[in-house]
Structures are given as structure tokens and as C-alpha cells.
């Protein structure tokens, strides 16, 4: 009996625990093991397949042409951004294993496999103009189900605009940019239950009363999460209870919740030295419920 | 203390502690299919053939089962294969002196036959251990692996393994 004679059930489980670049030597023991190879799982590896891009060379120059890619253990570095260079990565990787879910399973494969089966909540993450693409069709597909999205990217202002309304809508671009007040009123009207993890631009005070005035016109429930600048909303030098109800103010979290027609408006981390950068901002038009949590905080 | 005999395809008798055979799904299922466990069935008259097995893979494999008398019975297939299974001390050396030759590929066999998956998990673990940074000859020798690549296979190969890191 010699190694490469063993029961495939054996050499299966054996494979398990062969990490990638020893897959790649045992190609070279003999064709029994290239096969064998091809056809395993590659085992405890996690990350299998991740594609980096763009890459940055030594000189920290952006090098958009080039992708890095990394299969287990193994990294392929300078993959030019063409389909010859990227069929070869495929190849290679059909001869380590199989059995691997990345990007590289077409979406129409994916979409066509979970078609006929019933799914209750969607939640999409979004990072790319393609995947934004794929999540509009996933809601036609899904049009029946609770759909819920995060945006990690900031699409054309059209495109973000036409995305329809999601139960539940996060946008976390995680970069240092900010939301201008028109796009903010734009995305309001758009979506129902919005977070903006990137702070809006210009929310003084009476532009805060014209947010609430929109939601409380609003015969729907709404509901919106987002940040402000300190020194913008600038609560030390306005009458603030001459614009909103004060409903109850605590210095733990530096929390201030205010009433305004329909609407709750609850600020965290507020600060009137204008010491903390960032306030919090959740409004509801939902009062009802709102007030009763709020009217007896714990 | 209850005693079960085995019997290897070379017709070697291995009186073993019943206690230790529950390790073997294999022997536990005919244990079971043959009535041993009950209080009326004389165990000792009843031998269990093992027609896969060979005396001396037999001795090994009750060897290690003595070994691990009481620890947990691993069922069903292996779940975590996230987890990086290591050989403990005692085992590698319970395995080396036989490992690159046929005794420990036999014992690899008899454990999946046995239905021992601690053995089985450990083995094959051992076995993947001796690939570790070697190169394709290196493991083809150690192994005794006939080469049957030509050398334009080989080298295509290895054009496509001096790609990766």
C-alpha cells in the first residue's frame, strides 16, 4: 500500500488539513494527487478566495490596473486587471480545490438557484455600482419580503435616489465625508427608516425644525438617524425651547429629547461648550410610541 | 470486567475490554446486532471477526484505544473545520515510528474501516504534518511515490506553482 493508493474517503479527510501551498506541492507528487487536489475542499482556510484592489506598489502610488489576490495561504500580487490574467487566477484555482463560494460564482447563477425559495427578510450590503445593480433585481425578486439595506458606497446622486424605499436603510460610507442638507431632505423623502452614518452638513437649529416639519407632515411612519456638528447645531446661543417641546434632558449621554408636532427628536452626546464634535440625531414621527418610552425613562 | 474478542484476518484472538470497543462504531454496531451487552449472551463464545484487519494493525489500533479510554467519542462528521486539529504528543509518537511506510497507512485504513473517528482525524492529520513545507519530490521520496510525470508535466507545474508566493 503506498499514500497515493489510500480509499479516497481517507485522502479526503486527509486533504482537509493541507494548507494551500502544500496543495500545491502535492500537484507535483503525481497525477493522482493533482486530481485529488482539484477535487477537495481546502479545508479550516478561512478568507479562501479574497480579491484586494486597487493594490499600492512601494511608493504608495495607487495602481488601479493591478489586483492582488489571495487564495488561502497563497497570494498572486500584480494580477493585471484583464480577463486573461484573471481566467489564469480561475484556473489555478480549479486546480487547488473546489467547493469555494466567492464573487466569482456569476450573481445570475445565484439568482436563478435561490429563485423559488421563499425568503422573509433580505438584507442587502452594498459596496459596488455592480452590486447595486444585483440589489435592484434581488428587490424586484423579492418584492414580498422585508428588505433591508447597507450602502457602504456612495453612488451618483440619481442612482442613490431611485433605490427603493427599505424597511430598514444604513448608509456607512466609513471615509471622512459628509451629507449636504439638500441630498439629506432628498434621501428623507425617499427612505422611511434612514441611518447616515456620515455627519450632514449645515443642521442648525431652524434647518433641525424643517427636518421634523417634513416628517410631521408625513402621515407615515418615519424614522431618521444621523449626525450633526456641535458647533453647527450650536444649542448654547439658540432659544431652543422657544423652537421644541423639551420633553427631558439628562447629563448621562448628554441627552436632550424634544416634542415637535408629531415628531421626537432625540439628541446624544450634545454639547453646549461645543467641546464634543458630533451629536446624535434620531427623529420618529411615530409619537405614540415614542412618548410613552420616553416620558418614563428607566 | 467483560471481555470481547476480536479477530483479525489472520486469525489472531484479541480478548479486549468492552468498555474500550466503544470507541469503534463499527465493533459497537455488531456488539449490539449480536446481543453481547445482554446479561443472558456469553460474550466470550462469541468472537467478532474483523476480516479487514490484520493482527498486528489490529494490536496497534487497541493499543491507542487503551490510550484514549475515556475521552469523548467524536460522532457524525467533523463539523468544525475551522478548528486546526492538533496531534498531541503522545500520538505523533504513537504514530512515528511507523509513519512513511504502509503499518501507519494501514492503521489510517483500519481506524475508517473501524469507524474510530478520533484515530481516523489524528492520523490523517499526521500524515497532512509530514507535507509541511516540503516540496512535491521530497514528499514522492518520503512516501516512496512513483514519479509519473514527464518532465514537460512536471515543469508546467511548477510554472504554474512559481506563480504563488
Known amino acids: ?298 | 470486567m467483560v471481555l470481547i474478542t476480536l479477530v483479525s484476518s489472520d486469525e489472531q484472538n484479541f480478548p479486549v475490554e468492552r468498555e474500550l470497543l466503544k470507541q469503534s462504531g463499527t465493533i459497537e454496531t455488531l456488539i449490539v446486532n449480536m446481543n453481547l451487552d445482554d446479561e443472558d449472551t456469553d460474550a466470550a463464545a462469541m468472537p467478532i471477526p474483523l476480516p479487514n484487519v490484520k493482527g498486528d494493525v489490529l494490536e496497534k489500533v487497541i493499543q491507542w484505544m487503551e490510550h484514549h479510554k475515556g475521552d469523548p467519542v467524536k460522532e457524525g462528521d467533523n463539523e468544525d473545520n475551522n478548528a486546526e486539529i492538533v496531534v498531541p504528543q503522545w500520538d505523533d509518537d504513537f504514530f512515528k515510528p511507523a509513519m512513511y511506510g504502509s503499518k501507519h497507512l494501514e492503521l489510517t485504513v483500519a481506524a475508517s474501516y473501524l469507524d474510530i473517528k478520533n484515530l481516523l482525524t489524528l492520523s490523517c492529520k499526521a500524515i497532512s504534518n509530514t507535507f509541511k513545507g516540503k516540496t512535491g519530490p521530497q514528499i514522492r521520496e518520503e512516501w516512496g511515490v512513483p514519479n509519473e510525470f514527464t518532465p514537460e508535466e512536471e515543469e508546467a507545474i511548477r510554472k504554474e506553482n512559481e506563480w504563488s508566493e
Open chain 1, 1 to 298: 500500500m503506498n499514500l497515493s493508493t489510500l480509499p479516497k474517503v481517507i485522502l479526503r479527510e486527509m486533504l482537509q488539513y493541507v494548507s494551500i501551498k502544500d496543495r500545491l506541492a502535492l500537484r507535483l507528487t503525481c497525477r493522482a494527487f493533482a486530481k485529488l487536489v482539484a477535487e477537495t475542499n481546502a479545508g479550516y482556510y478561512d478568507g479562501i478566495c479574497a480579491v484586494d484592489a486597487p493594490t499600492f506598489d512601494h511608493k504608495k502610488q495607487p495602481c488601479e490596473n493591478l489586483i492582488s489576490v489571495h487564495i488561502g495561504g497563497a497570494s498572486f500580487h500584480g494580477v493585471t486587471k484583464k480577463d486573461e490574467e484573471i481566467n489564469r487566477i480561475l484556473y489555478l484555482r480549479n486546480l487547488l480545490f473546489r467547493g469555494i463560494l466567492d464573487d466569482s460564482i456569476p450573481f445570475a447563477f445565484v439568482r436563478k438557484l435561490v429563485r423559488k425559495v421563499k425568503i422573509r427578510n433580505v438584507h442587502l450590503i452594498v459596496n459596488s455600482g455592480l452590486q447595486l445593480e444585483h440589489a435592484h433585481q434581488l428587490i424586484t425578486d423579492y418584492k414580498e419580503s422585508t428588505l433591508t439595506m447597507e450602502l457602504l458606497f456612495r453612488p451618483k446622486i440619481g442612482k442613490l435616489l431611485m433605490i427603493p424605499p427599505m424597511t430598514e436603510m444604513k448608509i456607512a460610507l466609513h471615509n471622512q465625508s459628509t451629507w449636504s442638507l439638500d441630498l439629506f431632505l432628498k434621501l428623507l423623502a425617499a427612505q422611511p427608516n434612514l441611518t447616515l452614518e456620515e455627519p450632514v452638513e449645515d443642521m442648525t437649529l431652524p434647518n433641525l425644525e424643517r427636518v421634523v416639519q417634513l416628517l410631521s407632515a408625513i402621515d407615515h411612519p418615519r424614522r431618521v438617524r444621523f449626525r450633526v456638528r456641535n458647533d453647527t447645531m450650536s444649542l448654547s446661543s439658540h432659544g431652543i425651547d422657544a423652537l421644541f417641546e423639551i420633553v427631558f434632558v439628562t447629563t448621562r449621554d448628554a441627552l436632550l429629547r424634544l416634542g415637535y408636532q408629531r415628531c421626537l427628536i432625540e439628541l446624544k452626546n450634545i454639547d453646549w461648550k461645543d467641546d464634543e464634535e458630533y451629536a446624535d440625531v434620531y427623529i420618529t414621527n411615530c409619537d405614540a410610541w415614542w412618548r410613552n418610552s420616553w416620558q418614563n425613562p428607566e
